[in-house]
């Protein structure tokens, strides 16, 4: 059993290096029609069965698995603690996140002196009322959540059935029973579907490569490095401080224990279709309880998007430069307010983050068409930054699971003895 995980986990690595390089070298060395025709029949269909089958099992588990998390806590007053800590280190997380990418974009100035043609446009998104985005949490039909996968409406619904169960008794424990092996047989699917990750993240992976190459990122490079430069920080710098401050847990030994699921959000580019896995790596590598997990993993997946907040401080002043326009400390501040409110309506699925930075834009009356300038490169950014939002999610599990006395260090170090 050691053995299989230990070598699915290497096969998953040994995918993503071979979706690079056979992309790359399919770019370079084949003409474009016969490239063309190798990523719509083999890479994309490949690419997509995998994460058809990752997503398929969204809704079922996370519904199930934070109904039963809800029951086996039960106490209302642990589960506000739950969810005060967990909602607390989201926001302090993400306010560093972007103070981050601020700080990276004023060294060193994405931007100015930047010519490229401004043609292109980008249709910004509506932006929402705020008393909607908490009206909206409550659903008026939970199978209509479930059927569209709101996942903040699925939360409410799973925590409310949860606190029903308890709160039932005796009566309620047939169902606690039924959803339990129901819980097993889903943990079971995903495992079934994670067989298949090595050639899913290869399909991803070369798709991407191959479809786009290198040459769209040359003008763009200053404001991709410093995207990447600013995740690169916030993952060991922001994440290690946080996890030694509040738990003495090793650092190193957190990330060997969370890769697996990193590499399966930088191929998807979506926390949500990542979940069954972030979630797995919760409960079998890091050594967290489903009472905390369940919780902590789909609302963070929802609402902490760390990577995404570090991409619209950087864009953000990359947009400013390219215009010329200067901005003042009370803008940085809306961008802030902005960015992590547009982050809580919008659920973690590719590209979303542009989005977001529409609204933000919109806001502090920057041009919306600047968002056409960096459209072209966002892909492979957003699979950066999909990585460390499901990262900044999986450290938030990790403090209150430990916090709460919910948490197995022996699972956590298992890695270091060699098992897996
Ligand atoms: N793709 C990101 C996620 O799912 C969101 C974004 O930045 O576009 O977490």
Redesign the pocket.
């Known amino acids: 059993m050691k053995d299989k995980s230990a070598r699915l986990t290497a096969w998953i690595l040994i995918g993503l290096g071979a979706g690079v390089v056979v992309g790359l070298l399919q770019y370079l060395v084949l003409p474009a029609h016969v490239n063309e025709i190798l990523i719509r029949y083999i890479h994309d269909p490949i690419g997509r069965i995998f994460l058809n089958g990752i997503r398929l099992l969204v809704v079922p588990l996370v519904l199930v698995s934070l109904t039963l998390g809800t029951a086996g806590i039960g106490d209302l007053s642990k589960l506000g603690r739950i969810g005060g800590k967990t909602v607390a280190i989201y926001l302090t997380t993400t306010a560093v996140a972007i103070t981050i990418g601020f700080s990276l974009a004023f060294l060193v100035h994405p931007g100015a002196n930047l010519s490229i043609p401004i043609e292109s446009t980008f249709e910004g998104a509506e932006q929402p009322f705020i008393m909607d985005i908490f009206v909206n949490i409550v659903p008026t039909n939970p199978f209509k959540s479930m059927a569209e996968g709101s996942m903040l409406q699925i939360i409410f619904f799973a925590m409310l059935s949860g606190l029903a169960l308890t709160a039932v008794g005796e009566k309620g424990k047939p169902i606690i029973k039924g959803l339990e092996a129901v819980d097993a047989v889903i943990q079971k699917m995903v495992e079934m579907i994670m067989m298949f990750a090595p050639i899913g993240v290869f399909g991803l992976l070369a798709k991407v490569i191959a479809g786009e190459g290198l040459a769209v990122f040359i003008p763009l490079m200053k404001y991709m490095l410093t995207i990447i430069g600013a995740l690169l920080l916030h993952a060991f710098i922001t994440y290690p401080s946080y996890l030694v401050a509040f738990t003495r847990l090793n650092p190193i030994q957190f990330f060997k224990n969370i890769y697996p699921a990193m590499i399966v ?1 930088f191929s998807t ?4 279709a990542t979940l069954p896995v972030t979630m797995q790596v919760a409960e079998k590598r890091l050594g967290s309880k489903e009472s905390v997990h369940a919780f902590t993993l789909p609302l963070g ?1 929802t609402i902490n ?1 760390d ?2 907040a570090i ?1 619209q401080g950087v864009a953000t002043v990359f947009i400013a430069n390219v215009y010329g326009i200067d901005l003042h400390l009370s803008q940085f501040l809306q961008v802030v307010l902005m960015a992590t409110l547009a982050s809580i309506g919008t659920a ?7 989005i ?1 930075l529409s609204m933000v834009l919109t806001e502090i009356g920057l041009p919306l068409e600047g968002i056409g300038i960096i459209l072209g490169v966002d892909r492979l950014l ?1 699979m950066s ?2 990585a460390i ?2 990262a900044g999610d999986l450290m938030a599990t990790t403090l209150v699971a430990k916090g709460e006395g919910e948490f197995d260090d022996d699972i956590y170090y298992a890695r270091n003895r060699g098992d897996d």
Do not use: E, Q
Request: neutral net charge; proline residues 4%.
């Open positions: 959000a580019s979506s926390s949500n997946a998007m990577g995404t991409m973690g699925v590719p590209g979303v983050g542009l977001m957003d930054r999909t939002n499901i």
